[in-house]
């Protein structure tokens, strides 16, 4: 349909959007995100239309459908302004969009501008429909989705239908009731008024479903209000807080380590600061160094100031102890927001937020977006957490966000970790917990070769496992591969079994008696023969987790051997398990080596170490290096230490070596030399631009378009590459690798739009991803 709207809704007139003219469809927004000050359009030489104009953004997924579009806010939207969420006539339907700007004047003529139909009480503060359209320039995406992140939750565009959620419920008075019964002898009713008190003799209703019944807008109910006929209040219900499972955690309130006192003397001297947003703390302590009570100090003394503090985590699930740390030192005034929140459990912490009963909001990526005014501190828990990055469009990092955030809104910025990024290090002031507060060593670490190996387990691992039986210990053994074994193949005529919607072979899955595909889910039972020839002799190579879990169970019985990764179930029970057990061996994928505080464990042991080091990614060392520290940081924590050995096909691998020795210093600074050499991050920006197509060819040709615009623009970009066929979509890659970020982005947003815009590459979906992990 086209853009201007053809029903006359409950409103006087039907809406023109401003600018209905069709966009270019792309992935570019048209014009540059608005600033909330005032609009241009306000001119003495428009027209001007009395009264003020709402401009808003429709939440659409439809890249094509592009705001911002001009209402009129009449009677009953005195209150609305930049932020608040409208639902408004777009020709036949109703959409739910964001006030991104208030005007005097639009450019519509007065007459032909409708009203909206309805508000959610609760506004979006300003600041962050700002930074909302800021994600969405900078991650190439469309204000729509960049504007989703920062509504409650349940408003955005999402996969689902979108529905204004109103606060507000009418019912009927006595006064109305009368009028009703009254027969034409009371007060009088136009027929709409009647539709509407009609509904509501049946019950009281939420102004959205009154609207959707009677065509009652928001004005309407409250002409009715104010003649007493209806009554209309606010309908939250008490917000139910949510529950989360224990692990662990410990509330003692120690006297702080020296240390621990200097780096909060440095965050709490910035707070309030002039520029205190400016320059964000890298805090980098070694694992067990007290970094999460120097985090939940510096959040008490914002607190005090009366100012709110977000603190970012990775998934929750992988780490409840810390926010149940927060829980505990702070109460009510904390919101958590996990995955396993419902929909309305969500929305409720939001609006406690919102309305400042919470102050604190400790959550993974997406709370980055919570709706606190005053904000003073934004903690970044684990910094180097790969989950920081969105995955999905907009493909956001929520590390840049804070950053922005907190130079928008003068908060100080707080990163930590035992492993930084080489970005973090360079660009943050440093502040240092060099020890472990316990004063205990970091256990010693041992490299062992697995060339020629066997089984999975090399021979001083065994050892040291049998050990750990024999004296009742604990042991956390790294694999980072899911499954029985990587691949099958017909030792008979080489047939290997791959998936039939991507080029990738299935992983063999034991306990769940299927061949499944780690991208597209696709599955299939185990076969006894090869489709190909009969032979039933079908070999099984590659060992993970589900086979080394059998493997150890045979090792170390009667010790209970648990399984952690993602078809384990939930995560939360095994780690209590875990804890609650005397003794006993957890092994996983990389979930075993998050932020876990077991002071009982005696043993790590990573398996195959140097796998993603065999992945062409310039990340690759920083993320070995990091599994290994970190895991290294789960052992010897209690009285009796604790020891780790590293498994490799190479343990002479640089991060491996670090790693061992502890020694994340000269780890990074070898990292930066060899970034810097090379243009990469933080010397340089990368933007993978991914085209697909059902069909193999036209992607490529996408490809080709794209990169040769961007090197046009004079933004060097390299491809197109193919990449593997995925969820049946062939594939190909341009990178852009550039100094200048902002030109970089320009050209990449400015060739996307164009080359999707072009009919020649019809078929041909674009994703881009600035900054890919
Ligand atoms: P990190 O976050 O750096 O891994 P934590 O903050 O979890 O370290 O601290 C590790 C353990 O030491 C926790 O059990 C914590 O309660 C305890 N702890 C932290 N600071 C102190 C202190 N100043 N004195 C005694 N114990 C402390
Ligand atoms: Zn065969
Ligand atoms: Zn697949």
Redesign the pocket.
Known sequence: MAGGPTRAGPAAQPALPRGARRSQPGLAPRRPPLPTRACPAASAARPTVAGVIARVEPLTPARALRGPFDYRLGPGFEGVGVGSVLEVPFGSRRLVGVVVELAEASEVGPDRLAEPLAALEMRVPAALIALGLWVAAEYVSTPARGLSLVLPPGTGTGGRRVRARTALRASLTGRGQGALGANGHGPRLGPRQRTVLDALARGPMNASALARAAGCDHGALRRLERRGLVAVERAREPSRRPRMVEVGARCEVAEPTAAQRAALAAVTGRLGAPGAGERPFLLHGVTGSGKTEVYLRAVSAVLERRRSAIVLVPEIALTPQTAGRFVERFGDAVAVMHSRLSPRERYDEWARLREGEARVCVGPRSAVFAPLDDLGLIVIDEEHDPSYKQEGDPRYDARRVAERRAADEGAVLLAGSATPRPESLRAYERLELPRRVDGRPLPPVELVSTLGAAGPLHQRTRDALERVRARGEKAIVLLNRRGWSNFLS?R??G?TWGCPHCDVTLVLHLAARSVACHHCGHGEPVPRA?P??G?LSVARHGSGTEQLERELEALMTPLPVLRLDSDAGRIDHVLARFDRATAGVLVGTQMVAKGHDFPDVTLGVVVDADATLRFPDFRAEERAFALVAQLAGRSGRGPRGGRVIVQALDPAARALRHAAAHDAEGFLHGELARREALGYPPYGTLIRVVCSSPEAGPEAGAGEAVRERVAAAGVPALGPAPLFRRQGRHRSQVVVKARNREAAVAAVRDAVAAVAGDRAHRPVSYAVDVDPQ
């Open positions: 017909c008979d005529c047939r090869c190909d020839c032979s």
